[in-house]
């Protein structure tokens, strides 16, 4: 029997061991350390100097880490009698399934068409190419004449609609800041923060690999069997289910219009049409083992992978038989490959008709488009990965950057965009020639008196006229000011959630005399096969004043790439500040307004009633008087002039607020209740 990977079977192929660089150094780890097998000389050398898989290392460490897994004879026993049923009714209802794809093209900020942020063209190559392998499309390099040679009757198309139900071309671009990333890096952080419903797209990435994973090409999840009789629950994370190619390997240059960014000799596509194999349940066709079994009785017994395209290798069962290295599930180069069997497509349809997810996906409407408006612009917001820093009365202008997307029917010539935090709002008029479903990116300036806080970005007009769809034209985000955020005298909770490298990590904080009041790290490190540590809490007790948090990482790298992040929440739970991408250091700052209840205090106004409902009654104040009110966290909702002694409530949620009362040389800061 040969060795069957249940679950996230990873396809290591590689361009050379030196023509892809990762953009940081690397942390203590052997590159040719791969699920804990360490590749010797000889070993390297044996297969030309490339580490083409890693999938029979990756499921042993898989069954290590959870002892309950299923043994590879107990999913056979559970699929063969499905394959045996399935070749009764070979597709759905005898008909073609159209899965809906979504590719989401992570980079760093680099400009569209520029290495690792592909071109639309190039994404949808790839599903070109997919398409004629599983259809076995006549005229395509796609077709074969080969007797068992099938047509899987599956297609692919990039999805028509988000999961928000707004229109898409299918693509999501990602700015992560990260130049490069491991595949620890993509399974933990890239994957999570991106993937879309997978019971209705099938995900795909094009990232940059680096470090440990610089040679690497692509490698795919195993479709799920939790909830199937007598199957193992950890058949695979749905926040981790699909496939990962290299930018560089994703489409094929036979469509190049002259943009492509692709290396030969997997420059034609077949790394993912092998991917997505293992993501539809298809082996190797030597099964991970010397003359051993995909469980594909029509696939010759090969005697291990093969990586040239000599049709004349004879079979391990016969001289006469041989070798299938055409098949797209053996590591020949991308212009050998071209069969998937008829006993593939019987496996493939059994999965299709059974496992979770995969069964779902054949029920998908989101490659069905949505009516289209004329003017419908899309706003997202766009990670700046210059860090944001804040200080104790910090007052330097910032931006924000967010992409502007064309979702309509007619181009999109001219936009109007309003934002700001709470009621300091600003507008950008922005101008160009969009085409449908292409993008800008735009920096929008923020004066340095823009508080930290919630900010809502608004797309209000488009070609003169107001946007036609609401669901996409607006978003909010973290947004840090110059400045420090605004709250209340309290008992606070820091969370750090480091990730595996924990002796790069310290940090503190500051009174505004420069005395640390509280700090933490360097940690332990945490072996990187296993789950992130524990989040670190402490407790801050804050009384007036301005404090500076600074947060460090020896390494120069951050702790985002693998899923770790920082916040400061308040007893209600809500979020004072938090971290954003940054590599060695980062700074917030918080400025504590409110006296203690125990501190003695003349009150110079009055406000009444309290709790209020509509409006708020302000004593002992002039015609010059004005008032800034902030939420439980700092934030600026509401400012202006107190008018006839009154200050407006009504629009406030329900809640505690501070208001700050300002009139001549008195400035006083007031609780109160909206109910």
Known sequence: MKNFTLSKVIFFLSLSLSQVVWGQKQKNVDDNLIFGKAYTVDELKEMNGVIRCASTEYEKYLQGKYPDRMTEAQFENWIKPLIENSRANKSQNGGIITIPVVVHVIHAGEAYGVAPNITDAQVQSQITVMNNDYRKAAGTPGYNTNPVGADIMIQFALAKVDPNGNPTNGINRVNMCYTAWTQGGVNAYVKPKTIWDPTKYMNMWSVKFGGTSSSLLGYAQFPSNSGLGGLNANGGLATTDGVVANYSTFGSSDYNDGT????????????????????????????????????????????????????????????????????????????????????????????????????????????????????????????????????????????????????????????????????????????????????????????????TGTMTVTLTTVNGVTDQRTTNNSFTTYFVGSGAVNTNQGTYTFNLQRDYYGTEITWDLKNSSGTVVYNGGPYTDTPTTGPLPAINTSTWNLTPGCYTFTINDSYGDGIYDTGGYYNLKDSSDNIVFQGSPYTTTQTRAVNVLVLGTGEVKIQNFGVYPNPATDILNITKVSEKAKFEIHNAVGQLVKAGDIKNNQVRVAELVKGTYIITIKDNNLNESIKFIKK
Not at 302 to 327: D, F, G, L, P, R
Not at 336 to 351: G, L, S
Not at 379 to 393: D, I, L
């Open 260 to 451: 492509f960014l692709l290396n030969a000799p997997y420059d034609k596509g077949r790394t993912m049409t092998h991917e997505v194999g293992h993501f539809l349940g298809l082996r190797h066709i030597w099964g991970d083992a010397t003359c051993g079994d995909d469980y594909c009785a029509d696939t010759p017994t090969a005697h291990t992978a093969n990586y040239n395209c000599n049709t004349t290798i004879a079979s391990c069962t016969s001289s006469s038989i041989y070798e299938m290295v055409q098949n797209y599930m053996d590591y020949t180069n991308d212009t050998c490959m071209n069969i998937f069997t008829i006993n593939q497509k019987d496996r493939i349809t059994a999965v299709m008709n059974n496992s979770p997810r995969r069964l779902e996906l054949k029920t998908s409407i989101a490659d069905i488009a949505i009516p289209l408006f004329a003017n419908d612009g899309e706003v997202k917001f766009e990670n700046n990965c210059t860090v944001a820093n804040s200080t104790c009365g910090g007052t330097a202008a910032t931006t924000t950057r967010i992409s502007l997307y064309n979702r309509g029917t007619s181009n999109m010539t001219s936009a109007v965009i309003t934002y700001g935090v709470g009621t300091n709002t600003q507008t950008y008029t922005w101008s160009g020639n969009l085409a449908p479903n292409r993008y800008a990116i735009i920096d929008l300036a923020v004066p340095g008196t823009m508080p």
